[in-house]
């Protein structure tokens, strides 16, 4: 689960402070977002650049967690706005993946990431962010809403539309699987 | 409404290949290594507090190096020393070549003067318009630098401006407005700001560096910068 923490007005923290408890989840929230792993680094750089910037601005009616991802999001979507990374995905082909994978395997955890960035890359960007958000993430669906900026029924009927996605993928793959 | 049953937690109508996935991603975090390249790009930025309301070091430079500039690349992104004998960081290769040289208008304010700063939408969750910014002079010839660097960074432009700055002013420039072109909404359209003033600066045009840095105030008011760049200019 996510170290939530909650700045508060006035808070005495630093960029520093922010980074040793977050880095590592907006790594890998623009890993689950589809930036290719060369691009993360800088995307991240981008993220803290903008805490640093904001951070005295901060006031607290979010939660740090909320706030940053929000930041991400920014940043993702401004990155995929280029036309020549826009539809920069997943590098597998879902079913080829989750049709031979019953177990991993040495490089367990890269396989399992290539894996899941295949599934997540059937979505669309507006679903997919949900569903990372709320399923990766650990956000509560108001937190999504709130991250997202769109009403919550909006982010439940997104979320729910992509597990459904999900589960689509899943079984046409154990099919594909099933006549090999 | 309540929340359904996270993938990763399982549940009777998730399938277990699902359950595994999302549980691997959960904990699919950088190595170490990875983090600690990257805190080493941000630099001293990391040790500021918040809002960047003291920089390190920020005391020890000049007055014209007090604008400080922060921008990282494919590496580093504080450079807070301007002088020429600042250190570019170890782990900054330049591997990507020089674009053609773009050159500013020599004498005259150029259009990015009274162009209004571009908006930081992504930061301010906004969307800003860019008003009448007009082309820099030199737009029409400039070659179209993302198909030349399709992969090319916010980040990684302007750390080629900040690069710049020390030895060829004028390139900075040309490099901050071809950011301004390809991100008129990237979130380090300050950090372009701050860049393209210390370039007019070293270019000996005080003048639209003070105008810029007046539009700069004007559009972000409440900027960690613009404190710094108060004192910076004349």
């Not at chain 1, 508060?8 to 880095?23: C, I, L, N, Q, Y």
């Not at chain 1, 080829?96 to 890359?121: I, K, M, T």
């Not at chain 2, 082309?135 to 030349?148: D, E, I, K």
């Not at chain 2, 210390?198 to 004007?218: I, Y």
């Amino acid at each position: 689960m996510f170290p939530l923490t909650l700045l508060k007005p006035g808070a005495a923290s630093t960029v520093r402070e922010v980074f040793d408890e977050h880095a590592g989840y907006v790594w890998r929230t623009f890993r689950h977002l589809g930036i290719s792993e060369a691009d993360v680094p800088d995307l991240c750089q981008e993220v803290f650049v903008v805490v640093h910037r904001k951070l005295g601005e901060f006031e607290g009616r979010s939660s740090l967690k909320t706030w940053l991802y929000g930041i991400c999001l920014r940043v993702a979507s401004d990155h995929r706005r280029r036309a020549h990374v826009r539809n920069e995905r997943a590098h597998a082909e879902p079913g080829e993946h989750l049709a031979a994978s019953g177990s991993f395997g040495p490089d367990a955890r890269v396989e399992a990431r290539a894996e899941l960035q295949a599934l997540l890359a059937e979505l669309d960007d507006d679903k997919r962010t949900v569903l990372v958000l709320y399923e990766l993430e650990g956000l509560t669906m108001k937190e999504v809403a709130e991250v997202v900026g769109c009403p919550l029924q909006t982010a439940y009927s997104r979320l729910h539309a992509a597990r459904a996605r999900m589960l689509e993928v899943l079984t046409a793959a154990r099919e594909q699987g099933s006549e090999r | 409404m309540s929340e359904p049953v996270r993938f990763r937690d399982g549940g009777a109508d998730v399938p277990p290949e699902l359950a595994r996935l999302f549980a691997a991603g959960t904990k699919d975090l950088p190595s170490d290594g990875d983090l600690r390249r990257l805190a080493a790009r941000l630099g001293p930025v990391l040790e500021s507090p918040a809002g960047g309301s003291a920089w390190p070091g920020w005391a020890t430079v000049g007055k014209l190096a007090a604008l400080g500039v922060l921008v990282a690349g494919s590496a580093v992104f504080f450079a807070l020393n301007f002088g020429p004998h600042t250190p570019r960081p170890p782990d900054v290769p330049d591997s990507v070549p020089a674009p053609p040289e773009v050159s500013p208008a020599p004498s005259v304010v150029p259009p990015v003067m009274s162009a209004p700063v571009a908006g930081d939408a992504a930061a301010n969750g906004s969307a800003v318009p860019l008003g009448s910014s007009a082309p820099s002079a030199s737009s029409s010839s400039r070659p179209n630098a993302a198909s030349t660097r399709p992969a090319e960074t916010e980040a990684q432009l302007l750390e080629r401006a900040r690069t710049a700055l020390s030895a060829d002013p004028a390139r900075a420039l040309a490099l901050t407005e071809q950011h301004r072109a390809h991100f008129p909404a990237g979130v380090l359209a300050q950090e372009r700001e701050v860049i393209a003033i210390e370039a007019l600066k070293r270019l000996g045009r005080t003048d639209d560096a003070a105008q810029r840095a007046a539009a700069f105030a004007r559009r972000y008011p409440n900027s960690a910068y613009r404190k710094k760049l108060n004192t910076s200019l004349p």
